[in-house]
């Protein structure tokens, strides 16, 4: 039996290639999904069984506090959080970087990060099992010139996520980092196939890492940055 049976589980960015795959894993383990979205949940989403949307702009802190509020009070509690909130902006030397390049990034990646963990914290806590995850870069470990927002921005949601594992400490939830250089989905395979993408993490691996995130001791998984990056070669 799946850990993450009979869970409720907090998705953000469901809307996503990796978001849909990890919503549509989570209910075939038997998971509850509420997925917090910009709009209406996407319809390949929508219909599954124990699945549920809230609207939410998660850059905004009241707007996020209320999709929370309303999220425990449908559910009456959440076991997990797997933000998948992602954004890529870059390209450019340091030193012609953009502002508002940051600013986004900023919005995107870190306070949406800020805002939902502090709206669904003392839900995380007080759950038997409880598991928050985020997707990072291998870019942390080693910035470029061209992407130094981006690495920052991503620098910055991992410190905040250790610092949430620091709180859950000794507790029944457990805050984890899974980092990729990129994410290899079945439409870019099917757009290029001739193409190999090296060292691409296939998102069905990585949703299947996220779902079985339920099936490890809290005490083994709290506070760990596990690298799922395709050694040259593994077929990616």
């Known amino acids: 039996?799946?850990?993450?049976?009979?869970?409720?589980?907090?998705?953000?960015?469901?809307?996503?290639?990796?978001?849909?795959?990890?919503?549509?894993?989570?209910?075939?383990?038997?998971?509850?999904?509420?997925?917090?979205?910009?709009?209406?949940?996407?319809?390949?989403?929508?219909?599954?069984?124990?699945?549920?949307?809230?609207?939410?702009?998660?850059?905004?802190?009241?707007?996020?506090?209320?999709?929370?509020?309303?999220?425990?009070?449908?559910?009456?509690?959440?076991?997990?959080?797997?933000?998948?909130?992602?954004?890529?902006?870059?390209?450019?030397?340091?030193?012609?970087?953009d502002p508002a390049d940051w600013d986004f990034l900023e919005q995107g990646l870190i306070r949406s990060l800020q805002n939902t963990t502090q709206a669904l914290y003392p839900a995380l806590a007080a759950s038997s099992d409880a598991r928050v995850a985020i997707i990072s870069s291998v870019s942390v470990a080693k910035p470029t010139a061209s992407n130094a927002a981006y690495a920052s921005?991503?620098?910055?949601?991992?410190?905040?996520?250790?610092?949430?594992?620091?709180?859950?400490?000794?507790?029944?939830?457990?805050?984890?980092?899974?980092?990729?250089?990129?994410?290899?989905?079945?439409?870019?395979?099917?757009?290029?196939?001739?193409?190999k993408f090296p060292r691409y993490t296939p998102i069905g691996d990585v949703a299947e890492r996220l779902v079985g995130l339920w099936d490890v001791p809290v005490g083994e998984v709290n506070g760990t940055v596990v690298t799922l990056v395709p050694e040259p070669g593994a077929g990616a």
């Open 153 to 195: 921005a991503k620098a910055a949601a991992e410190a905040w996520t250790l610092a949430l594992a620091d709180a859950f400490s000794g507790g029944s939830a457990a805050a984890v980092i899974l980092r990729v250089m990129a994410l290899l989905t079945p439409q870019m395979r099917a757009d290029q196939p001739e193409r």
């Open 1 to 97: 039996m799946s850990g993450v049976q009979g869970r409720t589980v907090v998705v953000t960015g469901a809307n996503g290639a990796l978001g849909q795959e990890v919503v549509r894993r989570l209910v075939a383990e038997g998971a509850t999904v509420a997925a917090i979205v910009r709009g209406e949940v996407a319809a390949e989403i929508a219909e599954l069984p124990g699945v549920s949307g809230y609207r939410a702009d998660l850059s905004d802190h009241a707007a996020t506090a209320d999709a929370g509020r309303a999220i425990l009070a449908e559910h009456g509690g959440v076991d997990g959080l797997l933000h998948l909130v992602g954004g890529w902006r870059g390209g450019t030397p340091i030193d012609e970087a």
